[in-house]
């Protein structure tokens, strides 16, 4: 530098530079963020201050077939409280009131640490609206305790098939990390039963609220007057195709005991009433369910969270004979009018081979009303394991269903493949068939295969899947939309299933016949007893049935466990049901009739 | 018009103006910063009482006498000293940094008024007949000058007002006319300093290029040997920084050199400004609409941080107005040094500018994420008594001058 003096021109030079270099620097890095980048920046300032809570949405109702509620939805109070703003002097006196342990209060606090104490958090859920109304006369002296009003399910309508509706509950851990846009923690999602199945319709669609919060999160505000946000839509209602009345019914009738009642429509698999008992409260449900509930229904003996309906496996006794006279139809084996002589019983081998009674000469039609052991022993040697597996099959015995709600068991019809694997081939003789021909020995049936071979035989071959959902009401349109089911075609002759179908009608109208205690005189009923043995008890009474004979319009299986005999106990209950339905679907009929006839005046 | 010409002449109205301007402004950015939050709201009535005083001041100090600063420069240079080893012993801990005393119930900042005494003492040491700054016992002799208060700076330990009283110094040493070597010896050991916070090689190769610029000048080699065992300890500065400085100045160190590691702890603040300053756009989001202040998401953004609330709620229109009058303002102090009439009035104007420049650079840079994080207030905007008072002071100093630019001063 050659002009080393004071304030020389260079220096001042300098100087000037440095100045107009750094405020070009700075005009540089202004243009940079607030007018290239402004989007950017825009965007984190916005992620800064606004925040989102979603809103549930309440459930979809489901109804029964004449949209009358069966499950709806009834306001929940669920208590708050903001850590920031709560004063752990109250504690005392909140557990008091909400009737919990001393401890619970604090316990709640130290978990709600880890996150932002400035949002309120659940303290209880379904709280009584009691305690709600003590909550509002005291709030001034309890600040950081609020309330809000959640939906939970109502179940007050008279109506529990537990084993159908099922319940909800708290999403778990596992289910929501498999599904977090859908859900987030403390979410209700269906866990059995309807609920369950048909989650997707059912859920709603959650809506959001959008919030201003300062840098220590606290909420000064809503975002846009609340413009934004965006208002939760409520799940659409399921229809289903149980019939109010016949449930309530089919729900008393099998109260004091343990076994299952299904009905259905043989001519499109739509499940009228479903019980299985015992059931449990599904009102237990709708709140928070405590262990100790939890544990005394896993414990109880009677297996009330058991799904007798779809799970339960029993041997079909004397209700599976039609299915081994078809096969000997259809082959061509007999004729309607092939006899057998009952003196009480069939000698195999060194074995005796009991009936129930010293039948004499029937023919099938009888063998069937009488529900004749001795002529079914001889049949099925005939016919044989390999046709009766094949017709087993044609009434889709031995398999699931397909119901729409699970879990459900297949049952067992043996064949000889069955056989040759567990006895080994050639050392199984036919001797090992003769129970099968009643139903007994190592063939197994659901209620719910039961129900579809009842309506099977009802419907002559045809029907669908059986089902408990019609269709479902799409929440914003208000549209009903049906469900499709698939088709079940049985491959036998009309006239077959004439002769079957007589010789059921002649189970309840003949003298002989072992349901003629449940005939009617307004409404012929065809059924079929039939006794479930079983080897760690009483035997389980089995009746299946259908009514009107002609035309049928509803198929009824009903298993009453340890009690013995099916006509004594089933029999009445499927009886009452079947009535109920037809004259409560007259009623409505000619109510209709009435209303048209109204309308035209 | 007559009258006009007359007061121009006696007063600089540029310098006046754009005074007046950003302090309006301040109070602006300050209300919208306050009106709303608990703890400051009082703020605004505070900052209006001290430009109340602060005018007084700068009206008392215009009217003085022109020799009175050359007379009073050593004593309020030692006076200066007094307090900031008085600050050290009585002083408050505010932010980790023991640098506010109160008498009476008026708290202020020692190393504020430290300031003036600097700029007065080293003007009139430098402007010394007798002194060449180019005689390297004269250039260590004014260097312990400078030190001396940084090094008292440093023990609060006030990292800011440390560099900002190295740069004034620095500055001044430089217009009186140091040569090339002088600068470099001056200069070095910093340069050293900053390139050893990046790591150990960018430390080495700084250290080379300094060992082929000391074979360049050719200076003789206990002088050169002398240069370079203070270059090559300066690189060590920064270990033992971190021992004297506070953990929280340790870690806004790092978020400067490595921002994103922390943006939840020592980098929020920055983070957060860059954020409201950039969200402001062309036009801002308009008078206390801003959220980001609002909200308050910077803490004591009235300070440190008011740039970005200009920024925000004013935009890059708000922005750029108040860059272009300090730059008005920093050149029209630039034309006065040398309009003024004697080469001590000349330096003393070179002082004050380094300092609201050093100010300026760093407190708007911090609020650009330029500059690291270093609590400096920007003169006139910033929220904050000793600051506003000092600066108005120095201003008085400046006017001062420029009145009695045509008298020689004996």
Same mark, same amino acid.
Not at chain 1, 20 to 32: C, D, E, P, S
Not at chain 1, 453 to 479: C, D, M, Q, R, W
Not at chain 2, 184 to 191: N, Q, R
């Given at each position: 530098?050659?002009?080393?003096?004071?304030?020389?021109?260079?220096?001042?030079?300098i100087?000037?530079?440095?100045?107009?270099?750094?405020?070009?620097?700075?005009?540089?890095?202004?243009?940079?963020?607030?007018?290239?980048?402004?989007?950017?920046?825009?965007?984190?300032?916005?992620?800064?201050?606004?925040?989102?809570?979603?809103?549930?949405?309440p459930?979809?109702?489901?109804?029964?077939?004449n949209?009358?509620?069966? #499950?709806?939805?009834?306001?929940?109070?669920?208590?708050?409280?903001?850590?920031?703003?709560?004063?752990?002097?109250?504690?005392?006196?909140?557990?008091?009131?909400?009737?919990?342990?001393? *401890?619970?209060?604090?316990?709640?606090?130290?978990?709600?640490?880890?996150?932002?104490?400035?949002?309120?958090?659940?303290?209880?859920? *379904? #709280?009584?609206?009691?305690?709600?109304?003590?909550?509002?006369?005291?709030?001034?002296?309890?600040? *950081?305790?609020?309330?809000?009003?959640?939906?939970?399910?109502?179940?007050?309508?008279?109506?529990?098939?537990?084993?159908?509706?099922?319940?909800?509950k708290?999403?778990?851990?596992?289910?929501?990390?498999?599904?977090?846009?859908?859900?987030?923690?403390?979410?209700?999602?269906?866990?059995?039963?309807?609920?369950?199945?048909?989650?997707?319709?059912?859920?709603?669609?959650?809506?959001?609220?959008?919030?201003?919060?300062?840098?220590?999160?606290?909420? #000064?505000?809503?975002?846009?007057?609340?413009?934004?946000?965006?208002?939760?839509?409520?799940?659409?209602?399921?229809?289903?195709?149980?019939?109010?009345?016949?449930?309530?019914?089919?729900?008393?009738?099998?109260?004091?005991?343990?076994?299952?009642?299904?009905?259905?429509?043989?001519?499109?698999?739509?499940?009228?009433?479903?019980?299985?008992?015992?059931?449990?409260?599904?009102?237990?449900?709708?709140?928070?369910?405590?262990?100790?509930?939890?544990?005394?229904?896993?414990n109880?003996?009677?297996?009330?969270?058991?799904?007798?309906?779809?799970?339960?496996?029993?041997?079909?006794?004397?209700t599976?004979?039609?299915?081994?006279?078809?096969?000997?139809?259809?082959?061509?084996?007999? %004729?309607?009018?092939?006899?057998?002589?009952?003196?009480?019983?069939?000698?195999?081998?060194?074995?005796?081979?009991?009936?129930?009674?010293?039948?004499?000469?029937?023919?099938?039609?009888?063998?069937?009303?009488?529900?004749?052991?001795?002529?079914?022993?001889?049949?099925?040697?005939?016919?044989?394991?390999?046709?009766?597996?094949?017709?087993?099959?044609?009434?889709?015995?031995?398999? /699931? %269903?397909?119901?729409?709600?699970?879990?459900?068991?297949?049952?067992?019809?043996?064949s000889?493949?069955?056989?040759?694997?567990?006895?080994?081939?050639?050392?199984? %003789?036919?001797?090992?068939?003769?129970?099968?021909?009643?139903?007994?020995?190592?063939?197994?049936?659901?209620?719910?295969?039961?129900?579809?071979?009842?309506?099977?035989?009802?419907?002559?071959?045809?029907? /669908?899947?059986?089902?408990?959902?019609?269709?479902?009401?799409?929440?914003?349109?208000?549209?009903?939309?049906?469900?499709?089911?698939?088709?079940?075609?049985?491959?036998?002759s009309?006239?077959?299933?004439?002769?079957?179908?007589?010789?059921?009608?002649?189970?309840?109208?003949?003298?002989? *016949?072992?349901?003629?205690?449940?005939?009617?005189?307004?409404?012929?009923?065809?059924?079929?007893?039939?006794?479930?043995?079983?080897?760690?008890?009483?035997?389980?009474?089995?009746?299946?049935?259908?009514?009107?004979?002609?035309?049928?319009?509803?198929?009824?299986?009903?298993?009453?466990?340890?009690?013995?005999?099916?006509?004594?106990?089933?029999?009445?209950?499927?009886?009452?049901?079947?009535?109920?339905?037809?004259?409560?679907?007259?009623?409505?009929?000619?109510?209709?009739?009435?209303?048209?006839k109204?309308? #035209?005046n | 018009?007559?009258?006009?010409?007359?007061?121009?002449?006696?007063?600089?109205?540029?310098?006046?103006l754009?005074?007046?301007?950003?302090?309006?402004?301040?109070?602006v950015?300050?209300?919208?910063?306050?009106?709303?939050?608990?703890?400051?709201?009082?703020?605004?009535?505070?900052?209006?009482?001290?430009?109340?005083?602060?005018?007084?001041?700068?009206?008392?100090?215009?009217?003085?006498?022109?020799?009175?600063?050359?007379?009073?420069?050593?004593?309020?240079?030692?006076?200066?000293?007094?307090?900031?080893?008085?600050?050290?012993?009585?002083?408050?801990?505010? &932010?980790?940094?023991?640098?506010?005393?109160?008498?009476?119930?008026?708290?202020?900042?020692?190393?504020?008024?430290?300031?003036?005494?600097?700029?007065l003492?080293?003007?009139?040491?430098?402007?010394?007949?007798?002194r060449?700054?180019?005689?390297?016992?004269?250039?260590?002799?004014?260097?312990?000058?400078?030190?001396?208060?940084?090094?008292?700076?440093?023990?609060e330990?006030?990292?800011?007002?440390?560099?900002?009283?190295?740069?004034?110094?620095?500055?001044?040493?430089f217009?009186?006319?140091?040569?090339?070597?002088?600068?470099?010896?001056?200069?070095?050991?910093?340069?050293?300093?900053?390139?050893?916070?990046?790591?150990?090689?960018?430390?080495?190769?700084?250290?080379?290029?300094?060992?082929?610029?000391?074979?360049?000048?050719?200076?003789?080699?206990?002088?050169?040997?002398?240069?370079?065992?203070?270059?090559?300890?300066?690189?060590?500065?920064?270990?033992?920084?971190?021992?004297?400085?506070?953990?929280?100045?340790?870690?806004?160190?790092?978020?400067?050199?490595?921002?994103?590691?922390?943006?939840?702890?020592?980098?929020?603040?920055?983070?957060?400004?860059?954020?409201?300053?950039?969200?402001?756009?062309?036009f801002?989001?308009?008078?206390?609409?801003?959220?980001?202040?609002?909200?308050?998401?910077?803490?004591?953004?009235?300070?440190?941080?008011? &740039?970005?609330?200009?920024?925000?709620?004013?935009?890059?229109?708000?922005?750029i107005?108040?860059?272009?009058?300090?730059?008005?303002?920093?050149?029209?102090?630039?034309?006065?040094?040398?309009?003024?009439?004697?080469?001590?009035?000349?330096?003393?104007?070179?002082?004050?500018?380094?300092?609201?420049?050093?100010?300026?650079?760093?407190?708007?840079?911090?609020?650009?994420?330029?500059t690291?994080?270093?609590?400096?207030?920007?003169p006139?905007?910033?929220?904050?008594?000793?600051?506003?008072?000092?600066?108005?002071?120095?201003?008085?100093?400046?006017?001062?001058?420029y009145?009695?630019?045509?008298?020689?001063?004996?």
């Amino acid at each position: 530098m050659s002009e080393n003096y004071f304030g020389s021109a260079i220096r001042r030079r300098i100087v000037f530079i440095l100045i107009i270099g750094m405020i070009a620097i700075q005009t540089f890095q202004l243009v940079n963020m607030q007018l290239l980048e402004k989007d950017k920046y825009e965007e984190k300032s916005k992620d800064n201050s606004i925040k989102s809570f979603s809103i549930n949405a309440p459930r979809g109702i489901i109804f029964d077939r004449n949209i009358e509620i069966l #499950v709806g939805n009834k306001p929940s109070f669920t208590i708050q409280i903001t850590p920031s703003k709560y004063n752990s002097e109250n504690n005392k006196i909140i557990e008091l009131v909400l009737g919990v342990n001393s *401890g619970y209060v604090n316990k709640l606090l130290k978990k709600f640490r880890k996150y932002s104490k400035f949002k309120p958090r659940t303290l209880m859920r *379904g #709280v009584d609206y009691k305690i709600i109304s003590w909550l509002e006369e005291n709030h001034s002296m309890l600040p *950081g305790i609020s309330y809000i009003v959640e939906t939970k399910r109502d179940y007050t309508f008279g109506i529990n098939a537990a084993h159908v509706f099922g319940y909800t509950k708290e999403i778990d851990r596992k289910t929501l990390n498999k599904n977090k846009n859908k859900y987030s923690i403390g979410d209700d999602v269906g866990f059995s039963g309807v609920e369950k199945k048909y989650e997707k319709y059912l859920r709603g669609e959650k809506g959001r609220e959008y919030y201003v919060v300062n840098a220590r999160q606290k909420i #000064v505000g809503r975002n846009n007057e609340g413009k934004n946000d965006i208002a939760p839509i409520k799940g659409n209602d399921i229809v289903l195709s149980l019939d109010y009345e016949t449930q309530k019914i089919a729900e008393e009738l099998m109260n004091s005991s343990k076994g299952s009642a299904i009905a259905l429509d043989p001519t499109n698999g739509e499940i009228l009433a479903y019980v299985s008992s015992p059931q449990y409260n599904l009102a237990d449900f709708a709140g928070v369910t405590s262990t100790a509930l939890w544990d005394s229904l896993r414990n109880d003996k009677a297996k009330p969270l058991f799904n007798r309906g779809t799970i339960s496996m029993y041997p079909p006794g004397s209700t599976f004979k039609m299915l081994v006279a078809m096969a000997a139809l259809e082959k061509g084996i007999i %004729t309607p009018a092939y006899q057998v002589n009952c003196k009480g019983g069939l000698q195999f081998g060194n074995r005796f081979f009991k009936c129930t009674h010293f039948h004499g000469k029937v023919n099938l039609k009888e063998a069937i009303e009488e529900s004749c052991n001795t002529y079914f022993y001889k049949l099925i040697l005939k016919v044989g394991i390999d046709n009766l597996y094949e017709y087993s099959k044609k009434f889709h015995l031995g398999e /699931k %269903t397909g119901i729409d709600i699970s879990p459900e068991s297949e049952g067992l019809i043996p064949s000889r493949k069955y056989y040759d694997r567990i006895y080994g081939k050639g050392k199984w %003789t036919d001797g090992y068939l003769l129970n099968l021909g009643i139903g007994q020995g190592e063939i197994i049936t659901t209620p719910i295969q039961l129900a579809q071979y009842t309506a099977l035989l009802a419907n002559s071959g045809v029907s /669908k899947t059986p089902h408990f959902a019609k269709g479902y009401i799409e929440s914003l349109s208000n549209e009903f939309i049906p469900f499709e089911y698939d088709s079940i075609k049985v491959d036998i002759s009309k006239r077959t299933f004439k002769i079957i179908q007589n010789a059921m009608a002649g189970v309840v109208s003949s003298q002989n *016949g072992t349901a003629h205690g449940v005939k009617l005189d307004e409404i012929s009923i065809s059924g079929k007893t039939g006794t479930a043995q079983n080897s760690h008890g009483k035997d389980h009474a089995i009746f299946i049935a259908y009514a009107p004979s002609v035309n049928p319009q509803i198929a009824v299986v009903v298993i009453v466990e340890n009690v013995g005999y099916g006509s004594t106990f089933a029999a009445p209950i499927a009886q009452k049901i079947i009535t109920t339905y037809l004259e409560n679907k007259k009623n409505s009929i000619s109510e209709l009739i009435n209303f048209d006839k109204k309308e #035209v005046n | 018009m007559k009258i006009g010409a007359k007061l121009k002449d006696k007063f600089d109205l540029v310098i006046i103006l754009s005074v007046i301007a950003l302090i309006t402004i301040g109070i602006v950015a300050i209300y919208s910063a306050t009106y709303n939050h608990p703890t400051a709201k009082g703020n605004l009535n505070k900052q209006i009482f001290f430009v109340m005083v602060s005018f007084l001041i700068l009206f008392i100090i215009y009217f003085l006498p022109a020799r009175t600063f050359r007379i009073i420069a050593f004593p309020s240079y030692i006076f200066s000293l007094l307090i900031l080893v008085a600050v050290l012993f009585l002083g408050k801990t505010i &932010y980790g940094a023991k640098s506010w005393m109160s008498i009476g119930a008026i708290g202020f900042q020692p190393s504020e008024f430290a300031k003036i005494g600097l700029i007065l003492f080293l003007s009139y040491w430098l402007t010394d007949s007798k002194r060449d700054i180019n005689n390297i016992k004269d250039l260590l002799l004014t260097v312990l000058i400078g030190f001396i208060p940084i090094l008292l700076i440093l023990l609060e330990p006030d990292m800011g007002t440390a560099i900002v009283f190295a740069s004034i110094s620095l500055a001044m040493i430089f217009w009186s006319g140091l040569n090339l070597f002088g600068l470099f010896v001056v200069l070095s050991p910093g340069i050293i300093l900053f390139a050893s916070l990046f790591g150990t090689i960018p430390f080495i190769a700084t250290l080379l290029l300094m060992l082929v610029a000391l074979f360049y000048f050719k200076q003789n080699l206990f002088i050169s040997g002398a240069v370079f065992v203070v270059n090559l300890s300066a690189g060590f500065i920064f270990d033992f920084l971190l021992k004297i400085l506070k953990p929280h100045q340790v870690k806004r160190l790092q978020s400067f050199v490595d921002p994103t590691a922390d943006p939840l702890g020592a980098g929020y603040n920055a983070l957060q400004a860059k954020v409201a300053m950039g969200s402001g756009g062309l036009f801002g989001k308009g008078f206390l609409e801003g959220n980001q202040t609002q909200l308050r998401f910077i803490p004591e953004q009235w300070t440190d941080f008011i &740039y970005c609330v200009i920024g925000e709620e004013f935009g890059f229109i708000g922005s750029i107005i108040v860059l272009a009058i300090f730059l008005v303002l920093f050149l029209r102090l630039l034309n006065l040094a040398s309009v003024a009439d004697d080469k001590f009035g000349k330096l003393t104007i070179i002082g004050i500018l380094t300092m609201f420049f050093i100010h300026f650079t760093i407190n708007i840079g911090m609020n650009l994420g330029i500059t690291p994080v270093i609590g400096l207030p920007l003169p006139f905007i910033s929220y904050g008594g000793s600051s506003l008072v000092t600066n108005m002071f120095l201003v008085g100093i400046v006017l001062n001058i420029y009145k009695n630019r045509k008298h020689h001063v004996v």
